[in-house]
DNA sequence: ACATCCCCTTAGCC
DNA sequence: AGGCTAAGGGGAT
């Protein structure tokens, strides 16, 4: 990877594609993070206070942020450049269900999002599908956050833990939170007062760090799991939602006993220890990568043509 | 048209 | 302990 400045103000990352795989397209198209757009042949995102714009042709990436600049550090950090994502599929790609999904995917990575951002965004997400959850962050961001226009295009810096401590539940419900706006209004005020050290979970084991986001109101075990997948470097984590509850149920039912996989089959959720019993699946299963795995088969599926839903 | 289901689930009640 | 249900609202079926 070699960092090199071009001739307009936009900054350069060149990627050798056998070594350092990277597909920018499917990594901000995945899901996983609810703040990029495409506007004409650019990505435009918000990341810590700044926007930042984006493309790759091929091996090379550019980028550009306003109002102030990030170098390419920072470009790598967040787009996890530095995981060694031929030696991690390598690792996961251990039978034909996954290879499937990596062959069509290969180059999509995980982002190393801010953790108090990524867990807002998570309690949103409960029973939401993913282009309201967009809508609610904009929202948020709308009200509470700061205005950049850059490009000619207005964005918004998502708000901090005391813009939204300091509010009240009505003034989040407008953001069409529904339900959410106690939960996040809650949790907002516990990160505020200093009560819980999100940064601080990123050296603290799983299991242990597990407990503390647990005890947030508005967190269950999905949420957590997505909060340490996608920004506290827990790549272990393995969330189950109802995708993964699909898969499960369509590839992987020989792994569990018949009467668990015809319980689940019926219902619409899980209970706690259904969930941790296919979690736990999926981490010995996988190994110390399964959150990459659950990743890739979750894309997957969600491209595949939507019918036995219910299979 | 119109109802019903679904949504990257959690919390509260029994 | 574990099963049941409610909780915005918009889009799909």
Redesign the pocket.
């Known amino acids: 990877m070699r960092f090199v400045k071009s001739l307009d103000a936009s900054l350069k990352i060149q990627l050798n594609q056998l070594i350092t795989p990277f597909d920018l397209e499917q990594t901000l198209r995945?899901?996983?993070s609810f703040r990029w757009r495409k506007l004409s042949d650019w990505w435009y995102g918000v990341v810590n206070e700044k926007v930042v714009k984006i493309r790759q042709i091929e091996d090379e990436l550019r980028f550009q942020s306003f109002p102030e600049k990030m170098n390419a550090n920072f470009v790598k950090n967040y787009f996890r450049l530095d995981d060694n994502l031929p030696h991690i599929l390598s690792q996961i790609s251990i039978d034909e269900h996954i290879r499937k999904a990596i062959q069509c995917f290969s180059g999509l990575r995980i982002i190393r999002q801010q953790p108090w951002e990524c867990l807002i965004s998570?309690?949103c997400?409960?029973?939401?599908?993913?282009?309201?959850?967009k809508e609610m962050i904009l929202n948020l961001s709308k009200r509470f956050g700061t205005k950049i226009t850059f490009n000619g295009h207005d964005f918004y810096t998502f708000p901090k833990p005391s813009d939204l401590a300091n509010s009240d539940c009505e003034e989040i419900?407008k953001c069409?939170l529904?339900?959410r706006?106690k939960?996040v209004l809650k949790t907002a005020r516990i990160i505020h007062k200093e009560k819980l050290d999100l940064e601080a979970l990123r050296k603290t084991d799983y299991e242990h760090a597990r407990n503390e986001l647990?005890s947030?109101?508005?967190?269950?075990?999905?949420?957590?799991d997505?909060v340490f997948l996608f920004s506290l470097d827990k790549l272990k984590a393995f969330?189950v939602?109802?995708?993964?509850k699909r898969i499960i149920l369509k590839n992987y039912s020989s792994y569990f006993e018949p009467l668990f996989i015809e319980?689940i089959r019926n219902?619409?959720?899980?209970?706690p220890?259904e969930?941790r019993k296919i979690s736990l699946f999926g981490q010995r299963y996988f190994g110390r990568y399964a959150g990459y795995a659950q990743?890739y088969l979750?894309h997957y599926e969600r491209h595949q043509p939507?019918q036995d839903?219910?299979l």
């Open positions: 995945c899901g996983q998570y309690i997400a409960t029973y939401k599908n993913i282009p309201a959850i419900r069409k529904g339900f706006d939960r647990l947030l109101p508005g967190v269950g075990q999905k949420v957590a997505c969330p939602d109802v995708w993964m319980k219902k619409r959720s899980l209970t220890h969930y990743e979750f939507r839903l219910r």
